[in-house]
């Protein structure tokens, strides 16, 4: 056993440790940005899975994930689309039935869900923040003509309301050291944003711990 293996175990427990200590400052929100690349691996669908125990287990409430699926053909992206959700689906329905989930496609459409306890895992397959903030709007207009909503009814708390995950997430995880996608880009604007150089099916609970850990060490400052 070399030096390292034998530290990690001790790191672990040392950040846990830390971790417990500022427990009231725990992150209960989680978004995690991925590249189809890294579920069609199937070390990174298990890293996933593994990651979203662990979360769980760290009283994280809501994770929401997005799948950045980067090819610009249309064919093509909506058959990856459709193959990683059938993966997610097959492979969601083996977390305990405390988890709950739900699965939307390209278009935010909802194509599998199941209720779970106090842990839920939302999953984006593509979906991006400015299609969701588009479809919202036009969700309103069509309501203002029905005379459903007076124009000056409109405001961001109705705007909020037409969303898809109305919760802001507390930290935003971007794995190998990649920049930003298009993902909740109406609730992250108050989000920490934590990068690692780390490929997602490297990733081990110890950086999942330093995420957290980083997070409770951080003032947050929402804008001021």
Request: glycine share 8%; aromatic share 10%.
């Amino acid at each position: 056993m070399n030096r390292l293996s034998f530290a990690y175990p001790l790191y672990e427990r040392y950040l846990t440790w830390q971790m417990a200590k500022s427990s009231s400052n725990t992150p209960g929100h989680i978004a995690v940005i991925l590249k189809e690349t890294d579920l069609l691996d199937p070390e990174g669908m298990e890293k996933l899975l593994s990651a979203l125990l662990y979360l769980e287990k760290f009283k994280v409430k809501l994770v929401s994930i997005y799948v950045d699926i980067l090819n610009a053909d249309p064919e093509l992206k909506a058959e990856l689309a459709s193959g990683l959700g059938a993966r997610l689906e097959e492979s969601f329905a083996g977390l305990p039935e405390t988890v709950g989930y739900e699965i939307c496609g390209l278009g935010g459409e909802v194509e599998k869900q199941r209720k779970g306890g106090d842990f839920f895992v939302y999953v984006s397959l593509g979906f991006g923040g400015r299609g969701e903030i588009t479809r919202a709007v036009l969700s309103i207009l069509e309501d203002v003509k029905a005379g459903n909503v007076r124009p000056e009814e409109v405001d961001e708390k109705l705007l909020e309301s037409r969303l898809l995950i109305r919760h802001e997430p507390d930290i935003i995880i971007r794995s190998g050291g990649q920049k930003l996608a298009d993902f909740l880009v109406w609730q992250s604007v108050y989000s920490e944003l934590y990068f690692t150089d780390v490929n997602w099916k490297e990733v081990r609970k110890l950086d999942l711990l330093r995420v957290i850990r980083d997070f409770q060490k951080r003032q947050r400052r929402y804008g001021r």
